[in-house]
Nanobody, 121 residues
Framework: QVQLVESGGGLAQPGGSLRLSCLAS????????MAWYRQAPGKQRDMVAG???????DYIETVKGRFTISRDIAKNTVYLQMNSLKPEDTAVYYC???????????????WGQGTQVTVSA
């Protein structure tokens, strides 16, 4: 069984920083893409940033230059460093991983339970 557990959310002031972590645990053979999504109240869940196994990253335009995604492959962990936070960054942030549980098995998508990020003065 595979679990993704996020941590690091909370309350930050505008201009402040937070660092999110997501640990994937369980029976995992290989993790391919890991990504962070966010969902604000009444809005759809959108991808914020993604990172592949070779370190290629992708960001939505509104967070470029402020957020940095990174991963520790050995620890099955992905991070999201969020700087210069704005009130519009307020949302529940979810971790997603595309992975194989066996060498010959299919690739599946797993989600974490989400962590709340609130940016307010």
């Amino acid at each position: 069984q595979v679990q993704l557990v996020e941590s690091g959310g909370g309350l930050a002031q505008p201009g402040g920083s937070l660092r999110l972590s997501c640990l994937a645990s369980g029976s995992i053979f290989r993790i391919y893409v890991m990504a962070w999504y966010r969902q604000a109240p009444g809005k759809q869940r959108d991808m914020v940033a993604g990172i592949t196994t070779d370190g290629t990253t992708d960001y939505i335009e509104t967070v470029k230059g402020r957020f940095t995604i990174s991963r520790d492959i050995a620890k099955n962990t992905v991070y999201l460093q969020m700087n210069s936070l704005k009130p519009e960054d307020t949302a529940v942030y979810y971790c997603k991983a595309q992975l194989q549980v066996t060498a010959t098995g299919q690739t599946y998508t797993y989600w974490g339970q989400g962590t709340q990020v609130t940016v307010s003065a």
